[in-house]
DNA sequence: TCCGAATGCCAC
DNA sequence: AAACGTGGCATTCGGA
């Protein structure tokens, strides 16, 4: 059964449901949302709403959870733009305002917005939108996969959801901890700390610029000069290389600043709340199908202060990533028996090494990631033909996506993400030398683009299957408890996960994460016997574990 | 004074 | 050693 959500004029909200797919839309008008769905969620229908980040929360809140839905606008960017669903209706349409980009949601009351015209929304037809999708992907030649991704896409936006609302356990003072210990006591508003005071003084007099602020590269790049330091930029591998006993200080100096404008007290202040960091997440926010984070940086935690990530009393963090997961995708997508097989014992790095392709694990892991990312030189680069003998077809796979690029070809992950529409690579004939090398510039580093995407987004696609199938898995075994007193996500970082989870289920909840990557291998790639080996660490704090 | 570009570093 | 993908975010700096 499907049920579409939809604001109509007045304020009201529509509900048209389809209890099959002969059936048509029966409609009617609801009063109290959260009761509404709490009630029909018994029968589990799929909910059809035009995004999710603007129905979901507010059910959150009210302790109303959903199984199953379809987000319209993640779904419209997809199908709007898959190779497989290219000739749709939907695909060849005039743009409409579902493909606008996201509108997030506006706060409750908010001077800002008055302005803005505070008419209630009306969302553009749901259930027109809905027809329209339905059909492309019925259309389209690969119709379980995309059905597939449009599954886990959704699911990651109730995800989302959910990981907003029941935050990353943090532990303030702890966090204070780190920063006093590292920084000293919080200095006042637009003070710098003890340690950065004297680090900057000893930087000033070694470099003799009394005035220097370290903060501005045209200032510091000034100071290094006036002492005989040439250097073309102040980034810190840079300055790494140069012998003066400025640097050492200087380099500790960037280090804490860097700690204290990222994370600092501000950062504590502004995003942690009753023991809870609660950071923005944007589920399809970045091309390739990666999610993208707006607010609090939760895809850049550093791992400086993950030790401030501490279970509830009595609870524990279930971590769990996903071994190597990128070139293992590759081996799977590209059916390279020899890669596939190098994975087959645990560290595929290692198995590469086992293989004779090349000497040390370090060597194996440069390798592949230089074939994933289009390294043309340095040590990347040399092993690229070596590699390439071991593993034909898996390096073909990422050379031909490098060549469509180039010829400004679109490609396509493994569920059926196809890339934006590129950057052509065409120059005129009369063009200059410089013109015909910028061109083809361009065209190199859009193949590395579509190189990579492949593997990225296809990876992607992965972790959302294994993320649904673990919130599936963690909801069938909190049987009735409420989402945040059982086993639930509280983490999301591209291939990892963090479960908050009561110390005596750890054992059950890291079986069940790593049944779902199982599940997950094969939702993607059927019968292919790859692996998808995941780490778990059992840990009271984040900072422990890796 | 506001805003965008440039810079640098964090994550994967 | 520093070129090789995807991002977010704080800070500086120069132009409107």
């Not at 006993?245 to 994370?263: C, D, H, M, Q, V």
Request: some cysteine; overall charge negative; charged content about 25%.
């Amino acid at each position: 059964m499907l049920i579409v959500l939809a604001r109509v004029a007045g304020d009201r909200i529509m509900a048209a449901r389809r209890t099959d797919e002969s059936a048509s839309f029966g409609i009617e008008y609801v009063k109290d949302l959260p009761s509404f769905v709490a009630a029909e969620e018994r029968a589990t229908p799929r909910w059809v709403w035009d995004d999710t980040s603007h129905w979901y929360p507010q059910l959150l809140a009210a302790r109303v959870r959903v199984d199953r839905c379809y987000d319209l606008r993640l779904c419209h960017a997809i199908l709007r733009n898959s190779e497989l669903t290219s000739g749709s209706a939907l695909a060849t349409g005039a743009a409409s305002s579902w493909d606008a980009p996201r509108v997030p949601d506006r706060p409750a009351s908010g001077a800002l917005f008055e302005l803005e015209g505070d008419e209630p929304r009306v969302d553009a037809d749901p259930v027109a939108e809905l027809v329209l999708q339905r059909e492309a992907v019925a259309r389209s030649a690969q119709p379980g996969r995309i059905d597939r991704l449009l599954a886990a896409e959704s699911a990651g936006a109730l995800i989302a959801a959910e990981l907003e609302y029941a935050g990353l356990p943090w532990d303030a003072a702890r966090h204070e901890e780190i920063l006093a210990d590292l920084l000293g006591p919080r200095p006042p508003e637009g003070e710098r700390p003890a340690a950065l005071r004297e680090l900057l003084e000893q930087v000033q007099q070694l470099l003799e610029a009394p005035g220097l602020n370290p903060d501005s590269p045209v200032d510091l790049l000034r100071a290094l000069g006036r002492v005989g330091l040439q250097v073309t930029s102040t980034r810190s591998w840079e300055l790494k290389q140069l012998k003066h006993p400025a640097i050492g200080p200087l380099l500790e100096y960037k280090k804490l600043a860097r700690l204290l404008s990222a994370n600092g007290w501000n950062w504590l202040d502004t995003w942690v709340r009753d023991g809870r960091f609660r950071p923005g997440y944007v589920p399809g926010g970045v091309v390739t199908g990666r999610w993208a984070a707006n607010g609090g940086g939760a895809l850049q935690l550093p791992r400086q202060i993950r030790g401030a990530v501490i279970a509830d009393p009595g609870w524990k963090l279930v971590v769990a990533d996903a071994s190597q997961l990128e070139p293992r995708i590759l081996a799977a997508m590209s059916g390279d028996r020899g890669m596939v097989q190098a994975g087959a014992a645990g560290d595929l790095y290692a198995g590469i090494v086992a293989s004779g392709a090349v000497e040390t694990r370090d060597q194996a892991k440069v390798a592949m990631l230089g074939a994933m990312y289009g390294a043309t030189t340095g040590e990347s680069g040399r092993l690229m033909p070596r590699l390439e003998r071991a593993y034909p077809k898996a390096i073909a796979l990422v050379e031909e996506a490098a060549r469509a690029g180039e010829r400004g070809e679109i490609v396509t992950t493994r569920l059926g993400r196809s890339s934006p529409r590129g950057q052509g690579a065409g120059y005129d004939e009369v063009a200059s030398e410089s013109e015909v090398s910028r061109a083809r510039n361009r065209a190199r580093a859009w193949g590395r683009f579509t190189r990579n995407f492949v593997v990225q987004g296809s990876a992607a696609e992965w972790a959302l299957c294994w993320m649904a199938s673990i919130r599936r898995r963690l909801h069938a075994m909190a049987d009735g408890t409420w989402l945040t007193d059982a086993p639930h996500l509280v983490f999301f970082l591209h291939d990892e996960i963090v479960v908050h989870c009561p110390a005596e289920l750890t054992d059950t909840v890291s079986e069940q994460v790593r049944l779902a990557a199982v599940e997950a291998g094969q939702l993607l790639f059927g019968a292919i016997p790859a692996e998808f080996p995941v780490t778990v660490a059992v840990v009271d704090n984040y900072g422990q574990a890796k």
